[in-house]
């Protein structure tokens, strides 16, 4: 047994045998029929119009309830301008390209899609553990693999890989990101130019894939100033701080490309699902601003796109002069500095799901697959069930967890300066640049209540 494992050791690496299990995982999930997936919940349009997409006609319904595996090619002149500014729109072009290439040029298979980014995510995978195991084969090396897969393997995140949303750019942007910095902390190459490239490449796909994420790139120039402690990196100052300077370009441009309707529709979903919750009296609390009229606390867990009736229309004129116009994110942090007790009791309620990754709203299955509406799959989900049932929920708990990460790795990181090695700076700076990325969904899921 002891000359297989070594055989074994010798012709597969810690990070060739996560490759090869995340593959067989995600491959069956995404490509085997009855494929997985997610169904649309009405953004799958950002994507799909501006990219020569359209729907196809179905007798069932083809929002939340089942995933659409296939979708039309525009034969003409596409009219439909790009709503949002997103790298994302490369990843769908590539898997249109391809689809012309091997399937058909009038009808788009999900799947082309999900390839683009299975691809990448191995990619992704492969880094990821060769930062955490070299320059090691031992057990404990093989064991780190199979926990990279149990809990980067997860069905939760995979599911993202045959749909329109932005997430997986996302998560994938993330891993590389974060893997290029412990590559170069850990000196697994020769050479460190590819790493930074590759840092800053990811970093910028992860800024771009979302509107939402252009703070980020304040946090990502944290990790790029730990760059400039390489050794033995010629040039390495003027190539970070442009580096650093693209990045923060990146984030002003993704964030000046917000536009007046999803700035509207933060705003609203913001009072609707933030001011006006957690407090008894709503209309007592928005009428001592003296801006607002408290007929608007009739808004109350009211959506910005309403499913049902609403008191007053949230995309009308009315709301937009009497109520939006007199609302800002200033007002906000006003409001909150007086009544704090009601904005950590919001905060609570945005931690209370922040570790739950699968998406509850859609479901998970194609129709006729011979799964119910909406059903979602329990295939190889057990880290995000474990993790969405055990985390503690409490943004006291959350904040703790990011101060004493940050108070560890400074240690460590001061430890390491006077020592002249690199790689303490290097996991401090990514550690402080990851304090921020872990609150930020409590964050989004205040501003966007997607708890």
Excluded at 52 to 59: A, E, F, T, V, W
Excluded at 110 to 136: C, N, Q
Excluded at 222 to 243: D, N, T
């Amino acid at each position: 047994m002891k000359t297989i494992l070594r055989k074994g050791q010798h012709y597969i690496s810690p990070e060739l045998m996560a490759v090869i299990l995340a593959a067989i995982l995600s491959c069956v999930l995404l490509f085997v029929p009855p494929i997985n997936g997610l169904a649309d919940n009405g953004d799958f349009y950002r994507a799909t119009l501006s990219n020569g997409l359209y729907r196809l006609p179905s007798h069932v319904n083809q929002y939340l309830d089942y995933v659409i595996p296939k979708f039309g090619i525009y034969q003409y002149f596409n009219e439909n301008k790009a709503v949002v500014l997103t790298s994302q729109s490369l990843f769908v072009r590539a898997a249109i390209l391809l689809n012309k290439l091997f399937y058909s040029h009038t009808v788009f298979d999900i799947r082309f899609l999900g390839a683009i980014y299975e691809a990448f995510y191995l990619g992704a995978i492969y880094l990821l553990t060769k930062s955490l195991v070299y320059p090691f084969r031992k057990g404990r090396s093989y064991a780190v693999a199979l926990i990279v897969v149990f809990v980067f393997a997860d069905s939760s995140f995979t599911l993202y890989f045959n749909s329109f949303f932005g997430e997986p750019e996302m998560f994938i942007a993330a891993l590389y990101s974060f893997a290029a910095v412990m590559l170069l902390a850990r000196h697994c190459y020769q050479r460190n130019w590819p790493s930074v490239v590759l840092f800053f490449v990811s970093t910028i796909f992860l800024i771009t894939s979302k509107q939402q994420n252009a703070p980020l790139a304040l946090s990502y120039m944290v990790v790029a100033a730990g760059l400039l402690f390489l050794p033995h990196f010629k040039a390495r100052k003027l190539a970070i701080m442009l580096g650093m300077g693209t990045l923060a370009a990146s984030g002003v441009i993704i964030y000046a490309s917000i536009n007046t309707d999803f700035n509207n529709y933060n705003l609203y979903q913001s009072f609707s699902h933030g001011v006006l919750m957690e407090t008894s009296d709503p209309s007592h609390k928005i009428a001592k601003d003296g801006q607002m009229s408290e007929r608007f606390a009739l808004m109350r867990s009211q959506d910005y796109y309403a499913k049902t009736f609403d008191p007053v229309k949230p995309t009308g004129k009315f709301v937009e002069n009497h109520l939006l116009n007199h609302y800002s994110m200033g007002w906000v942090l006003k409001y909150y500095a007086k009544n704090h007790r009601q904005f950590l009791n919001l905060m609570d309620l945005a931690s209370k799901d922040v570790m739950i990754t699968q998406v509850k709203a859609v479901g998970d299955y194609p129709a006729n697959s011979g799964h119910r509406a909406g059903e979602q799959t329990k295939f190889f989900t057990l880290y995000s069930t474990y993790m969405g049932a055990f985390f503690p929920g409490k943004f006291a708990f959350i904040c703790l967890l990011a101060v004493v990460f940050s108070a560890v790795y400074a240690v460590s990181a001061y430890l390491d300066f006077k020592a002249g090695r690199t790689m303490g700076i290097l996991r401090f700076c990514q550690v402080a640049a990851d304090d921020d990325f872990r609150l930020r969904p409590v964050y989004r899921d205040y501003w966007r209540r997607r708890c």
